[in-house]
Structures are given as C-alpha cells and as structure tokens.
C-alpha cells in the first residue's frame, strides 16, 4: 500500500514560483508513472504532468514552458515547480502514483495524496 504527501503549496502573487513536493511512502522508482493534477472549484480534477519511470516527461498544454515535473530518487520524491503563476493555476494540487501507467489517476490502481493548495492572486 503506497502512502503519499504532498507539500509546497501557498498564496502568492501572480508571476512568482512555488515548487510542490509529494513524498512516497517508497521508492519511487518502484512506479511506473507518477504525476500531479489538480482541481479547481466547481471543476473535474485535471492532469497537469506525469513522469514515467524511464523519465519520459508529459506535459498539459496550461503548463508547457511554465512547469516542470521531476524526481529525486534518493528522496523519494516527485517535485513539480511552477514558474510564472497566474491567477487560473489556483486549484488543490494532488500527486497520483501507479505501477502501472493504465490506472493512473484511476480510484483502482492507483495512489493519491491529500492535496496541497495553490492559490495565486492578481
């Protein structure tokens, strides 16, 4: 069973960074994927980045060229930093971990942490 922890969320202003952190109960070497979504008000949670195992780096079209997935092995931890804020990143951002890619984000199959907010002001 995985356990996961999101951390790194705050308020800042619009063009600031913040870099969120999700630690595993494991190595997170062992998962096949991991990546972070998140969800705003009122709105489906979304993917925003996802990381294979051999490194392949995905990207939503919101974050390319702002935000950056990686990973810290020796840590056991998955970082996400977001450059260049704006106002429309603010929802709960969650880490997702699976071992295998076709269930992630999936409630079987795959692993969430709690959340941490983001919340960006204009």
């Known amino acids: 069973q995985v356990h996961l922890v999101e951390s790194g969320g705050g308020v800042v202003q619009a063009g600031e960074s913040l870099r969120l952190s999700c630690t595993t109960s494991?190595?997170?070497?062992?998962?096949?994927?991991m990546g972070w979504y998140r969800q705003a008000p009122g709105k489906q949670r979304e993917v925003v980045a996802q990381?294979?195992?051999?490194?392949?780096?995905i990207y939503a079209d919101s974050a390319k060229g702002r935000f950056t997935i990686s990973r810290d092995n020796a840590k056991n931890t998955v970082y996400l930093q977001m450059n260049s804020l704006k106002p429309e990143d603010t929802a709960v951002y969650y880490c997702?971990?699976?071992?295998?890619?076709?269930?992630?984000?999936?409630?079987?199959?795959?692993?969430w942490g709690q959340g941490t907010q983001v919340t960006v002001s204009s």
């Open positions: 990381i294979t195992r051999p490194g392949n780096l």
């Open positions: 997702n971990a699976a071992y295998r890619i076709a269930d992630m984000g999936l409630p079987s199959g795959s692993s």
């Open positions: 494991g190595s997170i070497f062992s998962f096949n994927v």
